[in-house]
């Protein structure tokens, strides 16, 4: 058996002034170490270039977006990718123009974001920037080489080199593993030393989120997935999918 890895990777929506997405916040949990880098796509390559897994290890990734579709639309996650090759570049308009065509218009949400109180990718007022751009931005990622990703909330693995990733929600996860009932990127490191993280983090650490709060809900969306790997590797695929470490 391969020795598991946690890579979370928050999403951002965000465009620079000639329209190509910002960098994503990631974290890597290996051991008790904790690595932080950024991404420049979401892509099988560049995530293997950044965490250059031995042939013993395995990776697995939290990442902030959605991950499935309310069941009502009868659209598959795979289908809803396939029909991203019709909508150029990233930001808000594109996003709202591609969510608006899959989802009939309508706003809909799945039994997991109701439960959860979560926000749904259909929501445009108000502005839906992290849940909506962000994950466009994402699916338009994988799009161009859907192959390599395989998602267990939603489907059957078809090939072992595909990489696995799982849907995270860092406010329920500041809630689930901190008991906190906000963000607290400020206050990591007093709340790691509270909690008794069984994790290595340091002043450079802590720089790094003070620096860039969005890396501490990649860290986040990291401890997640050690946390509960063991449910998500055994949860059952639906169409709606599941966000790790709700009633788990």
């Not at 065509?101 to 979560?118: L, P, S, T």
């Not at 990718?121 to 859907?146: A, C, H, L, M």
Request: charged content about 25%; overall charge positive; hydrophobic content about 40%.
């Amino acid at each position: 058996m391969k020795k598991l890895i946690y890579l979370g990777i928050d999403q951002t929506g965000a465009v620079d002034r000639k329209g190509k997405p910002r960098p994503l916040p990631a974290c890597l949990i290996r051991n008790k170490s904790v690595t932080f880098f950024s991404l420049s796509e979401f892509s099988k390559k560049e995530i293997l270039d950044k965490v250059q897994p031995s042939k013993d290890e395995e990776i697995l990734i939290c990442v902030d977006c959605v991950l499935g579709l309310p069941k009502a639309l009868k659209l598959t996650w795979r289908d809803a990718l396939k029909r991203l090759k019709n909508f150029e570049g990233y930001g808000m308009q594109v996003a709202q123009n591609y969510f608006r065509e899959i989802g009939n218009g309508k706003v809909q949400r799945r039994e997991i974001e109701i439960a959860c109180n979560a926000n749904s990718v259909f929501k445009e007022k108000p502005f839906q920037k992290n849940i909506q751009t962000g994950t466009y931005r994402i699916w338009k990622d994988i799009s161009s080489s859907e192959a390599d990703f395989f998602a267990p909330a939603l489907e059957k693995r078809s090939n072992p080199s595909q990489i696995l990733i799982f849907e995270g929600y860092p406010s329920l996860s500041w809630r689930i593993l901190f008991n906190s009932p906000r963000r607290q990127p400020l206050e990591l490191s007093k709340i790691i030393a509270i909690q008794k993280v069984a994790i290595r983090w340091t002043k450079e650490h802590q720089a790094k989120v003070d620096q860039d709060p969005n890396f501490a809900d990649a860290f986040v969306l990291a401890m997640t997935m050690k946390k509960f790997k063991t449910a998500a590797l055994s949860t059952k695929p639906s169409v709606e999918g599941w966000i790790l470490g709700y009633g788990k």
